[in-house]
């Protein structure tokens, strides 16, 4: 019989986790040596020593997530996607047609004035030019008629240029362009000076100063009068891009905005058995009006703003080019008798080099220029009263043509007198027997062309203006309306759904 020593504890019995291997159990696995075993990072614990606190995020996607399996929480989530999607449709759409309006309004009172006073540039400027070359054929003292015209037009193109001044973006290239012309404006101004004091003395060099002015006109700054209309012209086409674009993601989001609002409807009518949910009603037709008034507005507004394209800047342009081209051949015209052959250009007629007088074969390209500016104007002329004056324009150029014809017969045969009678008209209304047409000067003829084509010019901005006036208003209103109306439908949304929601409480 065994005791157990006094101060002793039993030893302790072997445990499971102590105790060898059950008989044919798997060896557990044995790492080799080296290997590396990695474990899961042990979060921290928490501020108390409890468990490791989760992050905001983590804690609002799980209440989200139990909340998504709920009936309520479901309709919450719908709710707030429907009056996101009206409010992003709504917003869009008043972004996007407050540009186009504000892009339309620019059309009306910005780029096409700016563009028709760069015009107005480049005609003052030829006009001025023509009438000094009429001054300088009428003798040592020009008419009182040609004096007023050419201060006249210098002082319409000094006006144009400083409105041109006032308009243009800073640092652009139409603002350099102005500025050299209004440095060159001057210099011209002098030299026709110089032109007519020495020919009132009767001093030939008159001529020459008279070509040189001519020279730095048509060589200088009419190109850059030409530069400051075709930027104008482009600025012009950039805003009816801008105003006519189709508002594509304001109408996607509508459609997408719509059949959400749909889809939420139908969802209602088949766990309730309710047609119609008034919230939800209210918001469908509050986007409705939006999405119909967008589609409508704009589709009105761009057909007006079209046609102010189509039949009113297209027919000024053209018609502008008509009055350019015209003053350009009485300007050459004059000079024509006032180099009488001083200056000579060669050309190719029937494969033979020819030699003609320069001016007079530029007065015959910018003949050409017109009649063929004028046939395009009665093209596009939409009606009688477009038609009119440019018809009447037209018949003038062709006796016009007929008469310049006379005069360089006249001046080819060394009768001058008779041809300048012919081009400026005979002084005291005193004519030859023996000279054709000298009571019928060309001048006539080149002042009839420009009135009508000014009359034309007029018709055509009348039109031009009621046409953008209508597609500009077209779109008054929507921007805010469209925000206005977005409110209400989301509100509609939110009110809708929380009238479900009551039903759980």
Request: charged share 25%; proline share 5%.
């Amino acid at each position: 019989m065994t005791y157990t020593p006094k101060g002793r504890a039993a030893p302790p019995a072997p445990s499971a986790a102590s105790a060898g291997p059950h008989p044919g159990a798997a060896a557990p696995a044995v790492p080799p040596q080296g290997a590396y075993t990695s474990r899961p990072p042990v979060p921290p614990p928490g501020p108390d020593g409890g468990p490791p606190r989760r992050t905001a995020f983590a804690e609002g996607l799980d209440q989200l997530k139990a909340a998504a399996v709920t009936e309520p929480g479901r309709l919450r989530i719908i709710g707030a996607v429907l009056a996101f999607l009206v409010v992003a449709f709504g917003s869009v759409t008043a972004w996007q047609m407050n540009d186009r309006s504000s892009a339309a309004d620019d059309v009306l009172h910005s780029s096409q004035p700016l563009s028709s006073a760069a015009a107005d540039i480049y005609r003052s400027l030829a006009d001025a030019n023509t009438a000094a070359s009429s001054g300088f054929l009428a003798g040592g003292q020009e008419t009182k008629a040609s004096r007023d015209r050419y201060e006249r037009e210098i002082a319409d193109a000094a006006d144009n240029l400083a409105a041109a001044a006032a308009a243009s973006e800073t640092g652009s290239e139409s603002e350099k362009l102005v500025a050299e012309l209004n440095e060159l404006l001057p210099e011209y101004k002098g030299l026709v000076e110089r032109a007519r004091a020495n020919n009132r003395l009767g001093y030939p060099l008159g001529g020459a100063y008279l070509r040189y002015a001519n020279s730095k006109m048509q060589g200088d700054m009419l190109p850059k009068a030409q530069k400051i209309y075709d930027n104008e012209n482009q600025r012009l086409r950039d805003d009816y891009a801008d105003a006519t674009s189709y508002p594509w993601a304001a109408i996607g989001l509508g459609v997408v905005a719509l059949a959400g609002l749909a889809w939420a409807q139908r969802r209602n009518y088949r766990r309730t058995n309710r047609v119609l949910n008034h919230g939800l009603v209210a918001a469908t037709a509050a986007s409705t009006v939006v999405l119909l008034w967008l589609t409508v507005g704009h589709t009105v507004a761009r057909s007006g703003l079209n046609d102010s394209y189509d039949n009113g800047v297209r027919s000024l342009t053209v018609l502008n080019d008509a009055s350019i081209a015209s003053l350009k051949a009485r300007g050459n015209e004059n000079l024509t008798l006032i180099s009488r052959g001083a200056e000579t250009t060669t050309i190719k007629v029937d494969g033979k080099d020819t030699t003609v007088d320069t001016f007079d074969h530029e007065f015959t390209g910018d003949m050409s220029e017109l009649k063929s500016a004028l046939a395009d104007a009665e093209k596009i002329a939409d009606d009688a009263s477009g038609e009119k004056p440019v018809q009447a324009a037209t018949a003038n150029m062709e006796v016009w043509l007929e008469r310049h014809e006379s005069a360089r017969k006249a001046d080819d045969g060394g009768d001058f007198q008779c041809a300048l009678d012919q081009v400026i008209g005979a002084k005291d209304g005193k004519v030859s027997a023996d000279c054709p047409q000298g009571d019928k000067p060309t001048g006539d003829c080149f002042d009839k062309v420009d009135q009508n084509l000014d009359n034309a010019r007029g018709h055509e901005e009348e039109e031009f203006r009621l046409a953008a006036e209508g597609g500009r208003n077209a779109m008054l209103g929507l921007p805010v309306g469209a925000a206005v109306l977005a409110v209400l439908g989301a509100a509609g949304a939110v009110l809708g759904i929380g009238r479900r929601l009551s039903e759980y409480r």
